[in-house]
């Protein structure tokens, strides 16, 4: 197929004509917004897929009240209990409930302990992300630092270095390496505590605050304790570096692999040609074409920590989310597990859209 | 090479030196049929770092795969023992100990023999999530992508749907579904296995897909189109073999991530019962406890397994991604001057349209034009 | 710059900027060392252009990156490569510098034009800031500095409203204009030598003319040397001084141009230029006997094969695109037996066009009529057995063959599809008679593409397209992707099947010269409509419409007297345009 269009400004002579319709200088054109509103619609199929998919897939074997109190009640009690929570009517009827539900807000009540899935949205959401924020800067930090040197000593002992390590990074399951942690540096060393989020005496002094945020870091810096703190961080350290250097492994790859493509490719040659130095070429040259494809797959591993969170928590013992999940699953209560998931799926949703527009700001190619 | 034959078609004689040293390059790379196997190859043109690296990683599943056939051999207990032959109960959280090399669990099993029986656990779940989602992931890539139209759009949407959810938490999902969260004996292998290839259903899809949409507009399947080849046969004669190329790649790197998904399961407790088998996953999960009281030898021993076997599969996978990608591949600096004249004008690893290049192998020489397999690790959350 | 590889005394002879003495390259490739370059030895005089020419693999390429030593790691050499400072106060061996004063000579001693401006330009910084980045490597680091330095170069080198467009990016420039951009950012470090890597090849004739008035610019108003590499002979007549022709990695003669095309001492060169094709020069073709061999019939007598009233083919848009029309309602006649050459440059429709007949792209409007069926809105099935009657050869030779099938099996696909043989063991006679007939070895059946050369793939594609003696043939660039030399070859065998089997032919092509060659009748194509068609004859000699003249005028004569006339001719049309 012939390149459609390309030269027409070049079929005429020596003097190009000046060309009319070129948008102006750092002004974000429509087409962007364009690109935007029609990215952010696309969530919309997103979410409805996912809620799709977690609906029927958890209800496509039977209800959730046999499976959570299958055995612990007669059959009639049992029978009962489904038909008042109308768990007996035709799925395709129940699915329209929820997605009305949905709409409202209202992911339904815990089974287990008769609370609203919202209330332990809220409640332990803030655990979560800020295990995941720290673990966020834990995994961009060694991973863009190792991972750009990586490329730029490329196929030296350095990269054979970090590869092997990202490769380990990944390879060790985050529930092992959470308990590798907790064995060296809790009962081995006895330098940091093993579980929970923070002491008891903290959470007393969490306790007198007005409006405690959840995020443990931001209330301690409220009180304005130094010593709550540093009992706080010290929790945080062994699950954000158990999370955080599980991303960091996939990470160095991913700034690897890419900043390499880039600083072989065309353009950097031809800077090198004109004298650019090879710091200059890694810094600049190579690596904002690069950061196009890294935040893409980046953002997926934001979402990933999420999911990630789940087996953490679990090993730390840290009240999130995750450590929500792993108990009602145990607990086999399948209201409480698909209203979480569901959340999860939202966020997942929502950072992809956040994540994809960042890096149409980044390319001058989708942004004029 | 067209230059030279022409010359001589016209001339006979060589006109500048150099002519006469293409003939022996040209005898002496022919490649045996050996040669030709796919790891095989790789390793012929693997160096330096990359070669330690795929040497290291075919060991390390060698390594398992051998443990996983002959567990029954090489552990002293079965998975699921917890008495001697003579009926003496083990002693549980033992430390490691004559009888017990490894030490017991807080349930009395062996950790060695558990260690050695997970091997076969992961190899069999493997061995059923990758067939199963590369039979349908392909099928469905190859039918979605050639076709196109709304069935493909469709498909697009739910694929990257289910790709941009975490693995692990689909795996759970449909490991509820399957099993209700109550694995049996062999059913709960199988639900672990069919949970997992649901996952990665949209990975080879998407893959395959990509290849296909890439290839549909190149010029060989054009020339099938223009011949009137039917669809059918362009599907399965021209599409399929070519558009599978990057699969090991892949297969590989989703070998690892299947071990750690069944592995997560078996944490989570959705996994297999350990009197069905025996699976490192469930393994940690109750040595968490123990960690605690300082045990050490429960939890160090399958997790060090787990480590090892995904370890080898992701250094293959990495190594044959890195070859079939010329960009990343290394290649040894000669030395010295020496080797023949080639009809390449620039290095061929650079260079897309040196029409001329003779002597690349079918799959590196067309390598440049295909996109690296971008095989966006999707990471590991479990 | 100091130290034991800047060297004062003169090993570059005076009146010479540059020299080259026994450089050898090697690559390590997965088949095993392989020379590049062996022992050559060049000059490049001061304030010159130097030409060199060769066919792909002639090393020459590797020479020119060789001089900034810009090769890949694996890459090996041995021998010298001195060049002189600007001012001549110095003269250094490029391969013997260390790192840091390798950065500083690049780009402030030779400066490099690229092949692919596309690949070259970075698309996520704006051109401004990439002419600065080359500046500020030079020592020259104040903002407004870089500023003005590089609004002025991009005025030189033809950017209309530089001031703002400096702020763009790569991507709302036109092909040409990148190409103007990347010699400006070779031209503001105002470097002795500019080396131009294949510049026009990636250009239509009409930009690459621009291209090559630039580089004289850079010459006659920069004072610098240019060392251009081409394919082109006509290009090599244009703009060089001075002419090195290279062959398999050596350097087979050098002199001035005036030397090389009118006396010419080497066989080599004399056959290389044998080879490249002139406008008016008619192909003939002869049997074993040395008889010349005519087509029997008169085409205008024989019945219409193709038929295409108002054909309009559009490209549906996406997303952000709106729909793009790559025909306008076109009106065209092909005949059976005869050829008909569809001229034009990129992005005139002239590849859809071709492709609609052959049913590889639907249309949008008008009415197609191929061989009796037509086209607008046909059903696959129909069409379907006409398959047989049509042949179609694709201009890249490399990525037509299905790469996992050998020769064999891909010359006789047609044959299996159509029914005609069952098996390939059945069809094998009749295919090795196809490879006999297109004149490759049958030694050649059972391998695979990519062990052939490019010429013989071209070859083998043409056996292909013509194994069910089809009444029509399509060939999109069959031999743009070939070095000349080989291309003549093509080209020749092409006549002389057109003239046994009598098939009727449309050749799309970009190179009027070949087209000439070869065509009865010609169609100029520009934007999706047809300028302009007649006989060859008439096209060639009388062009009518403005936009013919000036793709005729923007071809280089490869004569370089000639030439000289020629775009005398071409600035002349130019300048009556712009009045």
Redesign the interface.
Known sequence: ?EAKATAEADASPIKAKPSETKPKKNRISSGFFKFVVVRFLLII??IF??VT??FF??R???DPIT?ALGGRLTPQELQARIHQAGYDRPLIVQYAEYLGDLLHGDLGTTLTDNQPVTTILTRYGAATFELAFLALIIALIVGIGLGRIAARRR?HAP??AI?TFA??C???????LG??L??IFS??LDWLP??GRSSLESEMQFGRLVSPTGFYIIDALQLGDPAVLLDVLQHAILPALALGL??AG?FI??VR?NV??TY?SGYVEAARSRGVSEKRLLSKHAWKPALI?IIT?MG??I??????A??TE??FEWKGLGFML?TY??A?D?VA?QGI?IL??II??VV?FIVDVISALIDPRVRY | ???????KA??GAP?????DRLEE?RQ??KTSFFGKLPIIKQLR?AV??QK??LVTGLILCGFFLLVAIFAPLIAPYGYSQIKDASGQAFPTQAAPSAEHIWGTTVGGFDVFSRTVWGARTAVIAIIVAVLCSIFVGVLLGLVSGYFGGWVDRVLV??A???Y??????LA???A???S??QSGLWAGIFSSGLSITVVYIPQYFRTIRAEVVRMK????I?????????TW?IMT??LL??STRTLPVILTLNS?EAI?TL??LG????GIEPTAAAEW?YD?NR??SD??A?I?WT??FP?VA???I??GI??VG?SLNDLSDP??R?????????????????????QK??????????N???AN?AP?A?T??????? | MSGTQILNKDVVAEGDLAAIKNL?????????????V?KVNLTIPKKSIVGIV?????????TA?SILKL????????GAIYLKSRDGSQQMDVLALNSEQLRQMRGEEAAMVFQEPNSVLNPVYTIGWQIAEGLRAHGITDKHEQRAKAVDILKKVGIPDAETRIDYYPHQFSGGQKQRIVIAMALVLNAGLILADEPTTALDVTVQAEILDLLRMARDEFDASVLIITHNMGVIADVADDVIVM????V?EQGSVEQIFYSPK???TK?LLSAVPRIGQKLVVRDEQGQIIERKTDYREEPIAVKARGLEITYPGHLMQPPFKAVRGIDFDIHRSEVVGLVGESGSGKSTTGRAI???QRISGGSLNVLGVEMNGFKEREF??K??D?G?V????????????TIAQNVA??LL??GKYHSLAEARKYVEELLEMVQLPKAYMDR?P???????RQRASLA?ALALKPPLLIADEPTS???V??QA?VLELFKKLQVEIGFACLFITHDLAVVDMLADRIMVMHKGEIVEHGDADQIMRNPRDPYTRKLLASLPIPDPREQRKHRAHLHELLAAEQA
């Open positions: 197929m199929p997103t897929i996912l998919i977690v897939v958890m496509a074997t039977g499976a196929d990269d054979a590869r490769i380990l990944y390879a060790t399951p985050v529930f092992f308990l590798l907790k064995l009962i081995w093993s579980s599980l991303t996939v790859r991913l692999t390499i493509s072989t494809p797959v997926m591993q979402a990933l920590m999420l999911a990630g789940v087996p679990t090993t792993s699953l145990k086999r399948f597990v998931v999860i799926a997942v949703s992809n | 090479m067209s230059a030279a034959n022409a010359a016209s001339h006109t500048v030196p150099g002519d390059l002496s790379t043109i330096g770092w330690g690296m949407v739910i990257d749907a289910v941009s959810f975490p693995s692990l938490l759970i999902l449909m509820i579904m399957i209700h969260g507009e190149s010029a060989f054009e020339s099938a189109r223009v011949i009137g080849a039917s046969r004669k021209h073999k070519n690892s750690l592995a997560g944490f989570l407790g959705f996953g940690l040595s968490v960690v605690t300082g050490w939890a160090i997790g787990i480590v090892l995904v370890l992701t250094l990495e960009r990343l290394t290649r040894k600096s000669a030395g010295e001057v020496i080797g023949s004249i080639e009809d390449t004008s620039v290095d061929p690893s650079t349209d040196a029409a001329e290049v003779v002597f690349t192998d079918p590196t020489g067309d034009e690296a971008n966006v690790n999707k990471g590991d959350e479990s | 050898s390259v090697s690559f390590v490739t997965d088949a095993g060392p392989i020379k590049a062996d060769g066919e792909s693999g002639s090393g020459k390429s590797v990156k090769l890949p790691e694996t890459a090996t050499t041995s062959y398999r990695g050596h087979v080497e066989p080599y056959r052959a049913g590889l379907k057995p398959r047989a049509i179609f694709f201009q890249d030779p490399g990525s037509s063959f299905n790469p996992l099938m696909e047609p599809v159509h695979f990519h062990e052939l050369s490019g010429g013989q292909r992707a070939l070095d030399s080989v070859k």
